[in-house]
């Protein structure tokens, strides 16, 4: 491929699937990732929909127990791992780059192999259906259930091999978008001026590059059990279930965080914009996130109250949680502080946001409530924690997303999403959601038990479950409405305009949507809001020099072909290690090809 | 700020709709006060420890309360407020140190009095069951309990049986995955490891006919909805009778299907998985002790009521009956069925 040197660069003009695979620019591998996440968030939709569907009237006929199990494990296996995380990568691709001025990732062909190995993990965990079942023990894969012993089935193979690919994905995607971040920002964007929604991405990154290698060691010992008769977790042999508890939420909790901040980061965008004044408390806000990132590591134990820890680290642990809860607070504080004395914009975006602020505020709320040991003996793995954590994964992460969507939809594609249709798609997920949910809180008070694929009658548990099916319903509906919203708006003329919220960040310097280089010239930063303090000091936009050499990377295929060699690597582990060899040695060549392949 | 009456409307108007939402919400709660529509419900606590686990749980309750009228109403309210309308200009300003400062201490100070009733529940809780407990072994299998009073020498499956006012010290093991013993009325869930004994105490307070209803709590796979239990907390005196008569071996049968049964019993192979004390041949340890199965209220963990027909139903097929059950399906003839119904049935 030719090196590109000018004004414009090649990648802009390419259109076609080739294009799209060799593509090493982030607003590219942004918009893959957010639409292949959308996708898998659809799907991971429609299980949840299936067991809703089962669970609807006592003794529920539409699953029976084994496609219930692999239903509900692959639903909350879908929604993080190929949903949640995946857009929120989208979000961090298109936008750290813009939003810190510069013209892409740090490394951008790593960014690419990240995508791609992505993509790899998600259709092999989700070709588990058609090969022997999908995984059927939990996202959390408790020891010794999910031993060879008693899941004989080949899914929990599927659900540590995928699990792993997509550890790595994320492993790459996070070390590139911290270094990115410390590295490449412009001259004048200081740490304490960098926005909230990078901060977050910051922290995120931390968590996983810290958390990953925790879950990567226990998914190996879970395969070697499984494959090769060892007995980390058997506890027969002399192995210890616990310590599978251990290492999974040791990674598990603060995988809450990560699929949380960056939501909590689109709000602390979306809030001070629509509301047309500084964030309120802007340290305060960074410093809670730093807070909830390092605090983070030390709750986990919080998830086994009831497996016989004993009073000390009871005690210890319920205490940690409890201090999580103050940075917390304080972010929710902020944000009302946001929006007092503004003049706000009221648009979906905003809509979305502000539902974000009172949702996830009951799911902080019921959090505290379990936080203490003795309450948490009877909300354990009772349908309250499926309340619980569905106000934040769905009131919060999930609200937080689709305000993003609203927020930058212009800049990603030239266009505004139809108002009108956007409000009604607000107000159905936000009746169904909360129809959803908010009844779980008196099943789970009311005894029932999480995971359960069929209950009797006369529990007294039936109408509120036929409300959260109902609701659920709903829910479907308003996000169905979004993609009404989504084919209608991309069908009109492309006619937002640059900044149509009069934004205070970088991203809406540049036109929309932006070109492949981002820039014409890396913007200066006087301010925590830079276009805010150029337009309220006069300053112009820094004029182009007429010889404007900008260099952008030249497309590769050898993160496609590396992230082959990954896949052949993980059917290999499934299957025959001849075929692990084939992708090993695939992957060597991508290596070689990578190093040698001119980058400018 | 404020200004138009129309903005005061909304105001008042939206705190409304927050007391009105706030009241609905209590109402719902209330609902699980009342344990004869919910008979698993966590707001009817029947044992000293629960009580003290419910008290925690009302008072954080009224915390979470407090925090949630007061959030939901700032942010309606600050929406109707600050709401875009001609002439209204955004103040232009960064933070507030004092407030700042308040908002940390609110959330700090809210967490500190959630914290000291808990570890104060937890001291009584956690410390070691008193000496004269009555000691029973909950064993949880896929998907059944096990109990068993090593000092009575009884062992029966899927129904306890307790004395009113007497500590019971319940020790939880685990023949194979994890599960987790939970009776809401009497105590919060602990688990059932596998390699490693968990223990629990609680003293039950209310004597009453209908069972208090448990349900395993941890995903332990295929028919982990199915593995329910019921607690029966009897006064002293009928605890005394019901011990002795599951004490003793078995009921010799007397009528000839019944005594057919018996035999059936042995050549079906039944015996390899079930023990009936004073049958000699039957000595299995791998599903339920058959002894005095007749005198339970329950089939196969709560997955059936129990009547002949419905024994018959779970015998002619198990997995059928209850997904993934470990008692095979023995394809036995309807004679077979009708005598083996004779003979279990007897067994009281
Ligand atoms: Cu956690
Ligand atoms: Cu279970």
């Known amino acids: ?600 | 700020m404020g200004g138009s009456p129309g903005r005061m409307i909304g105001i008042i108007g939206s705190l409304v709709l927050v007391g009105v939402v706030t009241v609905l919400i209590y109402l719902a709660f209330a609902e699980s006060f009342d344990a004869v529509r919910q008979p698993m419900t966590t707001f009817v606590p029947k044992s000293d420890q629960a009580n003290l686990i419910h008290g925690v749980y009302q008072f954080v309750f009224i915390l979470a309360a407090a925090v949630f009228v007061f959030i939901m109403a700032l942010t309606l309210v600050f929406s109707i407020m600050y709401r875009e309308r001609p002439g209204q200009v955004a103040r232009q300003f960064h933070g507030n140190s004092r407030l700042e400062v308040i908002w940390t201490l609110v959330p700090v100070l809210i967490v500190v009095a959630i914290a000291v009733p808990t570890y104060s529940a937890m001291a009584s809780i956690t410390k070691p069951a008193p000496e004269n407990a009555l000691k029973v072994i909950a064993i949880g299998h896929q998907w059944w309990w096990e109990f068993r009073y090593p000092e009575l020498g009884i062992t029966t499956a899927n129904e306890l049986h307790l004395p009113v006012d007497r500590p019971v010290s319940v020790t939880l093991e685990s023949k194979d995955v994890i599960h987790s013993f939970w009776v809401p009325a009497l105590s919060g869930k602990v688990d059932n490891m596998p390699g490693h004994d968990n223990h629990l105490w609680f003293t039950p307070n209310e004597a009453r006919a209908e069972p208090y209803l448990g349900q395993c709590a941890e995903f332990c796979g295929l028919s982990h909805a199915n593995m329910r239990f019921r607690v029966f907390v009897n006064t002293t005196a009928q605890f005394d009778t019901w011990a002795a008569s599951n004490k003793a071996d078995r009921v010799t049968p007397s009528v000839a299907l019944a005594q057919a049964g018996e035999q059936q019993f042995v050549a079906s192979g039944c015996i390899g998985c079930h023990t009936v004390r004073g049958q000699a041949s039957a000595a299995g340890v791998i599903g339920p002790d058959l002894t005095h199965v007749g005198s339970r209220t329950t089939i196969a963990s709560g997955t059936l009521d129990h009547t002949p027909e419905n024994l018959r139903k779970w015998l002619a097929n198990p997995p059928g009956v209850k997904p993934g059950s470990l008692m095979p399906n023995l394809n036995l003839s309807p004679e077979a069925l009708d005598k083996l119904v004779a003979y279990l049935e007897g067994l009281k």
């Open chain 1, 1 to 600: 491929m030719a090196t590109a040197i000018g004004m414009t660069t090649h990648t802009q003009e390419e259109t076609g699937l080739w294009s799209w695979l060799t593509t090493v620019d982030h607003k590219r591998i942004g918009t893959v990732y957010a639409v292949a996440g959308f996708l898998f968030f659809l799907l991971g939709g429609l299980e949840a929909l299936a067991v809703r569907t089962q669970l609807a009237v006592p003794n529920g006929v539409v699953l029976d127990a084994d496609r219930y199990n692999q239903f509900f494990t692959m639903h909350a296996l879908t929604m993080i791992f190929l949903g949640v995380m995946p857009m929120g990568a989208g979000f961090f691709n298109y936008f750290i780059p813009l939003q810190i001025g510069a013209r892409d990732v740090a490394f951008p062909r790593l960014n690419a192999l990240s995508l791609w190995i992505f993509l790899s993990g998600g259709i092999l965990l989700n070709a588990s259906f058609f090969l022997g079942g999908a995984p059927n023990g939990g996202w959390f894969g408790y020891a010794p259930l999910s031993s060879i012993e008693y899941a004989k089935t080949s899914g929990m193979n599927f659900y540590v091999v995928a699990l792993l690919v997509l550890g790595l994905s994320s492993l790459m995607a996070s070390l590139n978008f911290a270094v990115t971040i410390i590295n490449m920002r412009p001259p004048g964007m200081s740490m304490m001026r960098l926005p909230v929604f990078i901060w977050m991405t910051l922290v995120v990154t931390f968590l996983l590059i810290l958390s990953l290698p925790v879950l990567t060691v226990a998914l190996l010992q879970l395969y070697f059990d499984r494959m090769w008769g060892t007995a980390f977790f058997s506890p027969a042999a002399g192995g210890d279930p616990i310590l599978w508890q251990h290492l999974f939420w040791i990674f598990g909790h603060p995988e809450v965080y990560v699929l949380i901040l960056p939501s909590m980061g689109i709000v602390s965008e979306v809030l001070p914009v629509m509301a047309r004044k500084p964030l309120f408390g802007y340290s305060a806000i960074v410093f809670a996130g730093a807070s909830i990132g390092v605090l983070g590591f030390g709750v986990w134990a919080h998830h086994m109250f009831t497996t016989g820890l004993g009073p000390v680290p009871q005690v210890v642990f319920s205490a940690s949680t409890m201090a999580i809860g103050v940075p917390t607070g304080i972010k929710i504080f902020n944000w009302l502080g946001t929006m007092y004395g503004g003049n706000i914009r009221f648009v979906t975006a905003t809509y979305y946001a502000v539902a974000f602020i009172a949702l996830f505020t009951i799911g902080g709320i019921s959090g505290v409530m379990h936080a203490s040991p003795p309450v948490d003996g009877q909300h354990q793995d009772s349908y309250f924690v499926v309340a619980h954590l569905h106000y934040v994964l769905v009131g919060g992460a999930i609200m937080g997303i689709f305000s993003g969507i609203y927020y930058w939809f212009p800049k990603m594609t030239g266009r505004l999403l139809d108002e009108k249709l956007g409000m009604i798609s607000f107000w159905t997920m936000f009746a169904g959601l909360n129809l959803t949910f908010f009844p779980m809180h008196f099943l789970g008070l009311a005894g029932m038990p999480r995971r359960i694929y069929t209950y009797d009658a006369d529990l007294g548990w039936d109408t509120w479950n036929m409300v959260a099916t109902l609701g659920s319903y709903t829910l479907g509906i308003g996000i169905l409405l979004f993609l009404v919203n989504f084919v209608i708006t991309m069908r009109k003329p492309a006619d937002a305009g640059n900044d149509p919220w009069g934004g205070a960040t970088l991203e809406w310097a540049t036109t929309s949507p932006p070109p492949a280089h981002n820039f014409e010239v890396i913007p200066e930063v006087r301010d925590r809001d830079p276009l805010w303090y150029d337009r309220d000091h006069n300053i112009a936009p820094a004029v182009v020099p007429e010889h404007n050499h900008i260099h952008m990377p030249p497309p590769s295929y050898f993160p496609l072909i590396i992230s082959l060699g990954v896949l052949l690597i993980a059917v290999g582990a499934l299957s025959h290690l001849a075929v692990t060899a084939l992708g090993v040695v695939i992957v060597l060549y991508g290596i070689w090809g990578w190093a040698l392949e001119p980058t400018d």
